[in-house]
């Protein structure tokens, strides 16, 4: 058996909407992320650290931005589709971490349906799926509101 781990970062800037999803998860706010696809950093960034652990390319050659069938795309999906690369690959995810950086909104009320959602997409148990957020105290983009980053990192076994 083989493991490796990956890493993924994603940042979207806020936009004029009324929600935004991070996680799979709807949540209520007076603003969306601008993105391609439905915006979901914490789902982009895992998707990232799948794909580059198991040295698949990232998510833009996956699902670029520049072909119109990504376009307004369920990210829930697209992590279903990079599950199934690995797996079709020999790899399956032992582990994922994500951290979630921005002011607002408050992440802890929606981090275990984000779990929950994670875990099922790509055959966890939710304990072995991790959802942080922190603040840049102020500091820079995401300090300033203008946007949310997420970071995500897991561990993959092979054959």
């Known amino acids: 058996m083989k493991i490796r781990v990956g890493q993924g970062i994603d940042v979207h800037a806020f936009s004029a909407g009324d929600h935004l999803m991070l996680g799979g998860v709807r949540i209520p706010f007076d603003r969306s992320l601008a993105a391609h696809s439905d915006g979901d950093v914490a789902l982009h960034a895992l998707c990232d650290a799948m794909l580059g652990a198991a040295s698949l390319g990232d998510i833009g050659r996956h699902f670029p931005p520049s072909e119109d069938c990504w376009k307004g795309a369920d990210s829930r999906d697209l992590l279903r589709r990079v ?77």
């Open 83 to 159: 599950d199934l690369l690995l797996k079709q690959d020999g790899w399956s995810v032992i582990n994922a971490d994500i951290t979630l950086v921005c002011e607002q909104p408050r992440i802890t009320p929606f981090a275990d349906q984000m779990k929950a959602n994670i875990a099922a997409d790509i055959g966890l148990d939710r304990t072995d799926v991790s959802i942080k957020a922190t603040t840049t105290e102020k500091l820079g983009f995401c300090g300033r509101g203008e946007g949310i980053t997420a970071f995500a990192i897991v561990l993959i076994k092979g054959w």
